[in-house]
């Protein structure tokens, strides 16, 4: 994949993917899930490839950023009890590792359009269904 760009109307094309505030030729989510009675578990992995930051000089090659995430729940049935028939309790991680952005020499030190400064991340959540 070539994403032809230019700089300026009439100007030369050139290759923007794997440059920095253009598209990373590479950029995935891949899950797995398992589930098995009331359990259900989904664990994925994020990636987002290499590429290169040409508004610094030298040019600098920014590593690629991998996170993992996973989200395992629990859904009650009414042998448990009426009132919780049907009662869903989550455990979702995003980062799972705490894995760090890669440093991107701008402003922020790291490029918000391919990572996220947030660490680990864990929620709980409880939903019904009627």
């Known amino acids: 994949l ?7 109307p009439g100007a030369a094309l050139f ?11 590479l950029r995935d989510r891949w899950d797995v899930s398992w589930s098995q009675g009331p ?5 994925y992995i994020n990636y987002a490839d290499a590429y290169t930051n040409n508004t610094v000089t030298p040019v600098q090659k920014v590593s ?4 993992a995430d996973l989200n395992v ?9 009426p009132w919780l028939n049907n009662v869903t309790v989550a455990l979702e ?8 952005p890669p440093f991107v020499n701008i402003s922020s030190g790291y490029d ?3 990572a996220s400064p947030i660490g680990r991340l864990v929620a709980v959540s ?3 269904t009627w």
């Not at 359990?39 to 664990?43: L, M, Q, S």
């Not at 690629?64 to 996170?67: I, L, P, V």
């Open 2 to 8: 070539s994403l032809p760009a230019a700089v300026a």
């Open 39 to 43: 359990w259900r578990a989904v664990g």
């Open 112 to 114: 918000p359009q391919s």
């Open 73 to 81: 729940a629990y859904t009650m049935d009414a042998k448990i009890s």
């Open 15 to 25: 290759s923007a993917a794997d440059r920095i505030n253009y598209p990373q030729r």
């Open 93 to 100: 991680v995003q980062n799972l590792m705490d894995a760090r």
């Open 126 to 128: 409880i939903d019904k």
């Open 64 to 67: 690629a950023y991998t996170t």
